[in-house]
């Protein structure tokens, strides 16, 4: 005997939620896909709900690898209840899986919009960027499509969604591990990382070390071309003796300005620090032949 299913939209969405937690993908989004005809012959107007439903479709589309399907249920939710997280983010990421970047870095840079804090979109961006500029070269932000300018008025909306752990919400800061080269950052994302990085600058000031690591993370997804936010964000990570972070972010300062002597100095603090004594005296010979006279460095030197 075929199985009875519920009746009511609350119990179809709550039976699809069962089916997402146990992943069975493809039940789940047939019960979801039900409850979505049975509001549509009620004929009551619920947009919210709609939403959520083809939201949750397209998790269940995402899961089984369905990428295409996963897109449009996204668009659907996204065409009820504009400036949804959780439908941008699933469909980023569909997009991303068929290496549609552009795409995908649209709809991971509307996420940052509406809450710059969500860990996935800014891994996500750091991801784009990446591939971006491998495929498109320097110029890619030129040939992206139009991002949407979200309201301000746009709140989040926390969708009820199939139950489970989803880490692409997390409400966190990003830890950006990884910062991408020779970005084309607008006018207005350079403003912002001036004024980020300021903020950084201020709080070193006062000693707080771990939330100018913040401010500078940030102020980098802006616009990742200043040398200095590279080095000042490594000034961090060596006071709080975390080295190894010290030296990544002190050779993308050097990338970026290779004169840098503030980054060559305290990469070559680092690497002293992590025992590694060639590197380090290889630093301070080379910030030497840029400044011969900087007495720190040929203190540092001296000991070697």
Not at 29 to 40: D, N, P
Not at 101 to 118: E, G, H, R
Not at 186 to 211: F, I, Q, Y
Request: net charge positive; hydrophobic share 35%.
């Amino acid at each position: 005997m075929a199985p009875k299913f519920p009746d009511s939209v609350e119990e179809l969405r709550a039976a699809g939620n069962e089916r997402f937690r146990n992943g069975q993908y493809a039940e789940g989004s047939a019960l979801y896909g039900r409850a979505l005809r049975v509001l549509q012959v009620q004929g009551s107007s619920n947009p919210e709900e709609e939403s959520v439903l083809y939201s949750n479709c397209a998790a269940c589309h995402l899961k089984d690898g369905n990428c295409r399907d996963c897109i449009k249920d996204c668009t659907s939710a996204l065409a009820l209840l504009p400036f949804s997280i959780k439908p941008l983010l699933r469909r980023a990421s569909a997009y991303e899986a068929l290496e549609k970047y552009p795409m995908a870095y649209v709809d991971y840079k509307t996420v940052l919009q509406i809450d710059d804090s969500v860990t996935s979109a800014l891994e996500g961006i750091n991801r784009m960027t990446r591939a971006l500029m491998d495929s498109l070269g320097p110029e890619w932000r030129l040939k992206l499509p139009s991002i949407p300018l979200v309201p301000v008025s746009a709140q989040k909306r926390w969708n009820s969604l199939p139950s489970e752990n989803h880490k692409e919400m997390a409400k966190s800061k990003s830890k950006e591990t990884t910062t991408t080269k020779n970005r084309v950052p607008s006018a207005g994302d350079v403003e912002r990382a001036r004024v980020l990085k300021e903020e950084g600058n201020e709080l070193v000031k006062k000693g707080n070390h771990k939330k100018a690591i913040e401010k500078y993370s940030e102020s980098l997804l802006y616009s990742n071309l200043e040398s200095a936010t590279h080095s000042n964000r490594a000034l961090c990570y060596l006071v709080l003796k975390q080295y190894k972070e010290a030296v990544k972010y002190c050779t993308e300062a050097l990338k970026l300005d290779g004169k840098n002597v503030k980054a060559f100095y305290r990469r070559a603090q680092a690497h002293k620090a992590l025992k590694d004594y060639k590197s380090s005296f290889a630093d301070i010979s080379n910030l030497l032949q840029i400044e011969p006279r900087n007495g720190p460095a040929q203190k540092l030197h001296s000991r070697k």
